[in-house]
């Protein structure tokens, strides 16, 4: 598509359109290009041109795919586990596992974690732990944990001696792909930020670091509020939003670290190769506490107090366990999800929202930014700081 249209070849397109066949979940784009007329439209609509990622070009359309990955955000995105395999065991079960002993005096706790996917982040948790023997212990030390390994031995080996990857079936007893590489990025943090791969609300939230995040969520290796304060800010979302792409039958976004987060331009002086103790921009506070504010508002509406209990784990070192207090708070918690909240954007919600998004545009030093500015406005400074950027990393010497 970069090839087409930069000959200026597309002269007609239909950016997002679903497809005719009864039971195929999917949807589609049409595209047309050869010789160009006069006349360019894009879903009907007259246009100047038409960028690769089938949005207006010209005067008033912003092509987000001619930015650049931007070394200062290298390495800060992470896939979670893909766990390849039957690793994952209820809640009530690896409590059980938690009080036995083994061989080799060592607790079951070195091996579960709590899981979390999309649909727990974004619908509610549903309980569930996965088996971790992490990127480098051996058959013979994953065997000392008795319990956990006499699952694996007989739920998961069976399916993985036959795996096409030679790497999965000679290391059966670990994840399909354990990432080493998150796990040092995540190395003395007590939580990080995350986001589902693909959802119709860009939404970012706080996990735990004992929590085990699944392959179809995006890992952000950070603790400082102001950086979740920056992620969650409307110029990501919307960045991230246009830039990532979409996929299914429901048309949803499609969270691309490549795309999304490697050619972001965070504000000067909170980018991501800084640590926040390290930031330089007068903004940070503010941004951290709105973000503070956001999240608090958040999480009391998803788990209010009058409503929940907090339960200790069987043993230590697991964040608590968020239980409704009687039936009558269990049903009226299954409607308190985050989907149901973002989909509804209660006033209180989009306030705490354009509150943070304010401080964001000062710490730009957007003086002029109000909540009605133009998205291809916003689209259009942000690839321009890109491409600055990517100018002066090309200036540095190597």
């Known amino acids: 598509m970069d090839r087409i249209a930069n000959s200026g070849a597309i002269f007609n397109a239909w950016s997002d359109e679903p497809w005719i066949n009864e039971g195929a979940a999917v949807r589609v784009s049409l595209v047309c290009f050869g010789v160009v007329g006069s006349a360019v439209h894009l879903d009907d609509q007259p246009v100047e041109a038409i960028n690769a990622d089938l949005t207006a070009g010209g005067k008033a ?19 979670g586990l893909c766990l390849a395999g039957a690793f994952d ?3 009530e079960l690896a409590r059980q596992w938690l009080t036995l002993p083994n061989p080799n005096g060592r607790p079951n706790s070195d ?18 732990w996965v088996i971790d023997f992490g990127p480098t212990m051996e058959e013979s030390q994953a065997a000392l944990y008795e319990a956990p390994f006499r699952h694996v031995l007989g739920y998961v080996k069976p399916r993985r001696l036959t795996n096409r990857e030679a790497i999965r079936a000679k ?6 792909r354990p990432w080493p590489e ?7 943090l007590p939580r990080y930020i995350a986001t589902v791969e693909t959802a119709r609300n860009r939404i970012f939230v706080w996990l735990p670091a004992a929590v085990a995040p699944e392959h179809k969520l995006i890992v952000i290796p950070r603790d400082d509020d102001t950086f979740f304060g920056l992620l969650s800010s409307r110029f990501h979302v919307q960045w991230a939003i246009r830039s990532g792409g979409r996929l299914g039958v429901g048309n949803d976004p499609v969270y691309n670290s490549t795309r999304c ?5 965070f504000p000067e002086g909170l980018t991501p190769n800084l640590n926040a103790a390290d930031y330089t921009n007068r903004y940070a506070e503010p941004i951290a506490e709105a973000a503070r504010t956001l999240n608090e508002l958040r999480e009391r509406w998803l788990n209010p107090p009058e409503l929940v209990k907090r ?19 269990a049903k009226e918690l299954k409607k308190r999800t985050l989907t149901n909240l973002y989909n509804a954007r209660p006033a209180w919600l989009d306030n705490a929202h354009k509150a943070l998004d304010a401080t964001v545009a000062a710490a730009y030093g957007w003086d002029d930014y109000t909540p009605d500015m133009a998205e291809e406005e916003i689209l259009a400074r942000l690839l321009a700081l890109n ?12």
């Open 171 to 176: 290391k059966w007893w670990r994840l399909g």
């Open 311 to 329: 339960v200790p784990e069987v043993v230590e070192g697991y964040p608590d366990r968020p239980l409704p207090v009687d039936a009558s708070a």
């Open 261 to 265: 987060f490697q050619p972001f331009p």
């Open 182 to 188: 998150l796990r040092a990025a995540l190395q003395g």
């Open 89 to 91: 065991v209820p809640g």
């Open 387 to 398: 491409k600055a950027r990517v100018l002066l990393e090309q200036d540095k010497p190597r």
């Open 61 to 79: 359309g912003c092509d987000l795919t001619t930015a650049h990955p931007l070394d200062e955000n290298t390495g800060s995105s992470f896939f």
């Open 111 to 128: 091996v579960l974690r709590p899981l979390r996917n999309g649909n727990d982040i974004l619908k509610g948790s549903k309980d569930r």
